[in-house]
């Protein structure tokens, strides 16, 4: 269990799955209601980490990679029992917590509402690493053929 400081280790119970086409035909229980996210029966991360990750990206601009590194460098400084996962898994989690989250702040467009069709924002609220970037990427100010 990947915590703010450390990692914990520990067993969950799991269950055979019948209808489950995966190789590993498990599923784990819900943590939930205990202040953890099961992502996988295997790496589990308390949601104040998780939470952090957010407030940290929503008041500066920093990329996945410098929050794994910090936090890794705590767990370095706190004797963890296990590193802090990758990079790539950390921002996989992230997301995946992020979907089972309200995160609604009651910001609307008063012609379109909540969800106009094109946003155009001022600022940064998450930032990625460089080596995430591909060729269809680009800033909204880029004018194209499809522009309207």
């Given at each position: 269990v990947f915590g703010l400081w450390r990692a914990y280790i520990g067993k969950i119970e799991l269950q055979w799955c019948l209808t489950c086409k995966h190789n590993q035909r498990y599923y784990g229980p819900d943590l939930g209601d205990l202040g953890i996210f099961n992502w996988n029966n295997v790496f589990a991360f308390i949601h104040e980490l998780l939470n952090q990750?957010?407030?940290?990206?929503?008041?500066?601009?920093?990329?996945?990679?410098?929050?794994?590194?910090?936090?890794?460098?705590?767990?370095?400084?706190a004797d963890s029992p296990t590193p802090l996962c990758s990079t790539e898994?950390?921002?996989?989690?992230?997301?995946?917590?992020?979907?089972?989250?309200?995160?609604?702040?009651?910001?609307?467009?008063?012609?379109?509402?909540?969800?106009?069709?094109?946003?155009?924002?001022?600022?940064?609220?998450?930032?990625?690493?460089?080596?995430?970037?591909?060729?269809?990427?680009?800033?909204?100010s880029l004018i194209s053929k499809n522009s309207p």
């Amino acid at each position: 269990v990947f915590g703010l400081w450390r990692a914990y280790i520990g067993k969950i119970e799991l269950q055979w799955c019948l209808t489950c086409k995966h190789n590993q035909r498990y599923y784990g229980p819900d943590l939930g209601d205990l202040g953890i996210f099961n992502w996988n029966n295997v790496f589990a991360f308390i949601h104040e980490l998780l939470n952090q990750c957010t407030n940290t990206f929503t008041t500066a601009e920093n990329p996945f990679s410098a929050f794994v590194l910090a936090t890794h460098r705590l767990y370095l400084s706190a004797d963890s029992p296990t590193p802090l996962c990758s990079t790539e898994t950390f921002t996989c989690v992230w997301f995946a917590f992020r979907d089972l989250q309200q995160l609604e702040s009651g910001m609307k467009c008063p012609r379109y509402g909540p969800h106009p069709d094109i946003v155009i924002a001022d600022g940064v609220s998450i930032g990625y690493s460089v080596t995430t970037c591909t060729s269809g990427l680009h800033p909204p100010s880029l004018i194209s053929k499809n522009s309207p």
